[in-house]
Structures are given as structure tokens and as C-alpha cells.
């Protein structure tokens, strides 16, 4: 049987960030997430096991890597990827409008491809 459904179905005035599993597998894992001006809070850092490449489909984001002095700014169409152990926080998401990410949580993947 099929899966489907859309990836810009409105979520509603969240107080929350939402996180909608779409596709595990052995090594992955693929989530959607809507921000509506969530940020990570202050002195926290994201640290994770895997590797993760996000897209930006809609809104607006910005990211801070540790030990870097400027944001990563991204706009729909933008992605990263995120090798595992970079503490990242998330600074800004649009307050106006949903942003939507794509994130894929995997393990080996080729990162020496440039930003």
C-alpha cells in the first residue's frame, strides 16, 4: 500500500515545533518539521549521532554553528548538511508564516560536497 501526503499541509498556530516522521529505514530517517518562530533556546546546542541534511521548502531560517562568527541564513530551496557531532542551534524562524524543513537523519553519507 502507498503513503501519501503533502508536505505543505498547514499545521495550525503551534505554540510547538512539529515533527512528522515520514520514512525510516536501516541508516535514515526522514521528518518533516514546521517551525512557526521556534528557536533553540539560549546556551542550548544541538548534538547528534548521525548526520543530517535539512532543506528549507518554505518560510525562513537562520542557523549558528559552534565556533562560527556569522548565522547561516537559508531560504526556500537552501539545504545543509550537518555532519554528526556539529553543535548547531537554530536562531531565527519566520514568526509570520510556517517554515517548513526536510530533514534526513543518515549515517556515511559523502560530505565533501561544497556549500
Not at 7 to 22: C, H, I, K, M
Not at 78 to 102: C, F, G, K, M
Request: proline share 5%.
Amino acid at each position: 500500500m502507498a503513503t501519501c501526503g503533502n508536505l505543505f499541509t498547514p499545521v495550525g498556530s503551534a505554540s510547538a515545533e512539529v515533527f512528522n516522521e515520514l520514512l525510516r529505514g536501516g541508516e535514515f530517517k526522514l521528518e518533516q518539521i514546521v517551525s512557526t518562530g521556534q528557536v533553540t533556546p539560549t546556551g542550548q546546542w544541538f548534538y547528534q549521532d548521525t548526520d543530517e541534511w535539512v532543506a528549507l521548502l518554505s518560510g525562513g531560517a537562520r542557523l549558528l554553528f559552534e565556533g562560527d562568527s556569522d548565522e547561516t541564513v537559508l531560504h526556500p530551496g537552501d539545504y545543509v548538511n550537518i555532519p554528526a557531532h556539529r553543535r548547531h542551534r537554530v536562531t531565527w524562524t519566520d514568526p509570520e508564516r510556517e517554515t517548513v524543513w526536510l530533514a534526513l537523519h543518515h549515517r556515511h553519507a559523502n560530505t565533501d560536497v561544497p556549500c
